[in-house]
């Protein structure tokens, strides 16, 4: 048996993004001779952070009140212009910003890139004594004889497809906390392990997720506009019983971020997100945004859409969630760092009181307490019934609804009534109750396939390693979603890691994993109708190296 290390800190966290760095930079402020580490799956800091992003600055000015002053990448462009259309395949309607309650307002917030923000907290948070480790994923939660978090472990390297040491083999390392607080992001492996470990999600309703995609452009100067920022729903999803929308943010250096969301609920396994994103971009609004342009970078991840009812219990012996490991995003202001940063803060100022009082891996039941009466509880409840009013009564009716809802809300009248989700998963129907949809091929200028798009990404994985994306039963690709349903693995990927081959030229179908191409979005994970696939860190550094997404 593999001896590993083991290092002792008074404080593990797991992910390098606003909410981990925020817990380490508050750890510190609170207390200096705190030992922290933190722990990142990426090759860098913010190499696998992806958003918009239009920043809300609430949480920010709470820890770092100079930061505008400071260097901050963030501060460079302030939101200046903001828009909503609703879209039909040819026009637009622009909706008045009368009609959005206050809070829906982008006044006061900022635009840029959220790894580029990472990047500047770890210099930050390293200031502060903060050991941070890139490309060292947490791939196993340990525990005390008592059944408390007692850290987690790295995963080994060195590891060939078929199990076996290669000649640069090396054991993981153990990280031992007197707390570990888990930051990995939405659908997080280990998160998703200690949810069923502590029935984390006994009271709350199941979280339901939406996948982003994203671009960068370089746009002609002529039409970039510093701080501008347009939302959109409507087409194309509404062609297809489905919903989300598109934003581009017009960002420093004449750029212009912009993806599209889709929310996977979505009934029809024919539906093909990342074919959705690319027929947005042909809108004549976007594509005269983009004409004269130059795409740069391309990633995806999935966004927690569940809101308030779907926040699991927070902690648990020895650790707690943080980020979007619990899930706070405001599904309707498209935000969700601003929280994020709030909960790694009100979990290490919890933290940080019990190791002064001489505790440890016990329950922080204070950091739960805090939050669930912190203004991200306000926000939240205000807008917790707008991602399922859309669910159940489509785009333009539920948009309506949820609108009216948070209106009354606002107004303080709301309606005692918290709306239920259902498993994205759960929502996928038989492929026979549906029509294949034909999508446009790529023009190569505006629209693109995948493994173009992905080139992008600068995603790499180490060939020679055990396969990341697991299969409880190899069987069931051929067996049950084929047949079934289509293989929307084949679809609902947007990098194009799984592809079942042979069926279109008649012969014995294959199943196929392409993991090399996986940017670590989740959404397998998630939309998987057997819920068959199992994703889990692969050997450190490997996936997609984001340069200011």
Known sequence: M????????DVVIVGGGVAGLGAAIRLKQMNAELEVCVLEKGSEIGAHILSGAVVDPKALDELLPDWRDDDCPMAETPVTDNWHWTLSAKGKFAMPHIMMPPFMSNDGNYTGSLGS?????AEKAEGLGVEIFPGFPAAEVLYNDDGSVKGVATGDMGVAADGSHKADYQPGMELHGKYTLFAEGARGSLTKQLKAKFDLEANCEPQVYGLGMKEL???DPAKHVPGRVLHTQGWP??????????FLYHQANGQVALGFVVALDYANPYLFPFEEFQRWKQHPEIRSILEGGKRVSYGARVINEGGWQSVPKLTFPGGALIGCSAGFVNVPRIKGSHTAMKSG???AEAVAAAIASDRANDEVVDYETTLRSSWIADELQKV???EPAVAKFGGALGTVIAGADMWMRTLKIGLPITMKHHRDCDQTMRADLFKPIQYPKPDGVISFDRLSSVFLSNTNHEED???????KDPDVPLKINLPVYAGPAARYCPAGVY???????????KFVINAQNCVHCKTCDIKDPTQNINWVTPEGGGGPNYPNM
């Open 465 to 471: 390693q055990p396969c990341h994306l697991q299969l």
């Open 345 to 347: 803060m009100l979990a």
């Open 499 to 509: 592809e079942y081959v042979g069926v279109e030229e008649g012969a014995e179908p």
């Open 237 to 246: 999803l509404s062609e297809n019983d489905a919903w989300g929308g598109g």
């Open 2 to 9: 593999t001896t590993r290390e083991s290092m002792p800190y």
């Open 217 to 219: 452009w370089d746009i």
């Open 117 to 121: 923000l990472c990047r500047w907290l």
């Open 384 to 386: 917790k019934n707008a």
